[in-house]
């Protein structure tokens, strides 16, 4: 019985000490580079990350979806390009990034202010022609998928019954490099 138990104990040896080497040839693998990656998309998101650099703007808007070419500059201002949505005849923009931002907040934040033209019949009971502004505040956070900086969250504006903040839709920022969208130049005379 004895030899029995021993033969037992011995092939319960071999088999755990056989398994404890492949866990340690896995963590000898681990190359620099991987190192290298890893630590990079646990760093905190700056400034120069995101400017200068183009970027793909999908607007998500009640039922409304458009996309818009959007340059983030150093100086913290922001070129618009090309766009599938409204016409826009002038805009204004500034970003900035929270660098303190807790985890879990939305350190990116961007203002637009797009004016629109609209031209109505001239006559009696008639509008003519006339503009406005539309602003729209994003905040989302920015996270990195593969080489590509992506920037997403919520929407705001003013809803002008309540005169308060409200949520009025989505977006998404994708890195030009990594998008599919429209290709377009530089609106820089606004």
């Known amino acids: 019985m004895r030899s029995f138990s021993a ?29 290298a990656r890893y630590t990079m998309l646990k760093a905190r998101t700056t400034i120069q990350d995101l400017s200068p650099k183009e970027f793909q703007l999908e607007e ?7 996309e818009t070419e959007v340059w983030l ?19 204004r923009g500034d970003w900035h ?22 031209s109505g019949h001239s006559g009696p009971n008639q509008v003519g022609d006339f503009s ?3 602003t ?5 956070s920015v996270e990195m998928v593969g080489d590509s900086i992506t920037v997403s969250g919520a929407t705001h504006g003013i809803d002008e019954q309540s005169l308060l903040d409200a949520e009025v839709g989505y977006f998404t920022m994708v890195d030009s490099a990594a998008s599919e969208g429209i290709e377009g130049e530089r609106n820089e005379g606004r």
């Open 60 to 66: 998500l808007e009640d039922k409304e979806e458009c």
């Open 73 to 91: 500059n150093q100086d913290g201002s922001v070129i618009l390009g090309r766009t599938n949505g409204p016409a826009v005849s002038d805009y």
């Open 132 to 134: 406005y502004e539309v």
């Open 136 to 140: 729209r505040e994003f905040q989302g």
């Open 7 to 35: 033969a037992v104990t011995m092939i319960l040896a071999s088999q755990t000490n056989g398994f404890v080497a492949p866990q340690r040839r896995l963590s000898i693998s681990i190359s620099p580079v991987a190192t």
């Open 97 to 118: 990034l929270i660098e303190t931002a807790a985890d879990g907040d939305n350190p990116f934040r961007m203002r637009l202010t797009r004016v629109y033209d609209a």
